[in-house]
């Protein structure tokens, strides 16, 4: 009987997922959230695996599966599958591209790639421990390495033997403040149509940030509607890339600029949390406070001596209210930069499994990107 209530008559076993093409492959994933953002983890994508083995750094996997399985990305993170605000993950193991590490992952998003993601690496923290990737964890807190496209990062997750728990937090790679011109060190003046010359800092940490007040662009980053937020930062982005060049220490795959952060303009130490909203890539909005974004903000906190060392800052996203904590745990060198080492906390959760399927001949079994 289930096997006809799947599909009608016939084997069983190849009845339990409908129709499908059989040259596509059938994708499997874990659906989580942090702070409200989603990320869809793709445990294994064989294709990745395969040239994983083969020798590719990390870096060089994150080029390969754009160039040959971009496909994926579209069909998991665009409609009918996924929105305009679907994030997700790759878990690749072993090889170059692990390093030693736990596990591996590659960031995707509705446009592309990411090299580093805060809310990702917190819930990758807890599937690592609850699905096995890390080989004697330790209660009552596990250490999980992870290898970001930007570099290691380690999460700390709560254990209690038997499932992970919250919060968690992560150690950042070096975040440092990128620019050094105007009045203040990492202050950049920036011509932005529509809204005239404001002042930016421009802040990494794991990806570059643009940083200012709302309130610079006539806006207040608690109040004003979020369309006209996301397309104030959007113009601010794309007037970052037209008049700055980026450099990264390591690797010129990571000297871009991911997207804007929009302030409440309370940079200056606080009990009380201080509000952002993060627009990255293509008009794409962070429903958490954005970890990656709250290295950046710490360590550009830290560089104009506005918090010292294992001071912590709470940090609201102004679209769902969630919060992140952050510090700067120790200072380092990166290339010529001053950096810190940031720590960021948040909490993660599951929402469910999915198995996804795609029919040869549909037009659109790659999704089609709306917004």
């Known amino acids: 009987m289930a096997a006809a209530a799947a599909g009608g008559c016939g084997d069983g076993e190849g009845r339990r997922l409908p129709p499908r093409s059989l040259t596509e492959p059938t994708l499997h994933t874990v659906e989580m959230h942090t702070g409200g953002e989603p990320l869809r983890v793709i445990p294994r994508l064989e294709a990745m695996e395969e040239a994983a083995a083969t020798g590719l750094s990390l870096l060089a ?103 992970s728990g919250n919060p968690v937090r992560f150690h950042s790679v070096p975040a440092f403040v990128a620019a050094t011109g105007g009045a203040q060190a990492g202050d950049v003046a920036i011509d932005v149509p529509g809204h005239g010359k404001v002042v930016v800092d421009i802040s990494y940490g794991g990806t570059f940030y643009a940083f200012l007040s709302a309130e610079q662009l006539g806006l207040d980053v608690c109040s004003s509607r979020t369309r006209d937020l996301v397309s104030a930062a959007s113009a601010v982005t794309e007037a970052v890339k037209e008049q700055f060049k980026l450099h990264h220490p390591e690797s010129e795959d990571l000297a871009f600029i991911y997207g804007t952060i929009l302030t409440d303009g309370k940079d ?22 954005t970890g990656s974004g709250v290295t950046a903000r710490i360590a550009l906190q830290y560089h104009k001596g506005l918090i010292q060392l294992n001071q912590s800052r709470t940090f609201r996203s102004s ?53």
């Open 268 to 289: 200056a130490f606080s009990e009380e949390p201080t509000t952002n909203i993060c627009v990255f890539a293509d008009e794409q909005v962070d429903r958490s406070p």
């Open 319 to 371: 679209t769902t209210g969630s919060l992140f904590t952050g510090k700067a745990v120790k200072e380092a060198k990166f290339g010529d930069y001053n950096a810190v080492v940031v720590e960021v906390s948040g909490e993660a959760f599951y929402t469910g499994t999915a198995t996804f399927t795609l029919e040869e001949e549909d037009p659109l079994k790659y999704g089609f990107f709306f917004k």
């Open 61 to 163: 996997l994150r080029r390969h599966m754009a160039a040959t399985q971009d496909h994926v990305r579209r069909a998991l993170m665009h409609e009918p599958r996924g929105h305009d605000g679907m994030y997700g993950a790759v878990v690749v193991r072993g090889g170059a591209a692990a390093d030693g590490a736990d596990l591996a992952v590659l960031f995707l998003h509705g446009s592309g790639y990411s090299a580093m993601c805060g809310h990702a690496v917190l819930a990758l923290g807890r599937f690592a421990l609850d699905f096995g990737l890390v080989a004697a964890p330790q209660c009552p807190e596990t250490a999980v390495r992870l290898r970001c496209p930007c570099g290691p990062v380690t999460a700390f997750v709560p254990w209690d033997g038997y499932r």
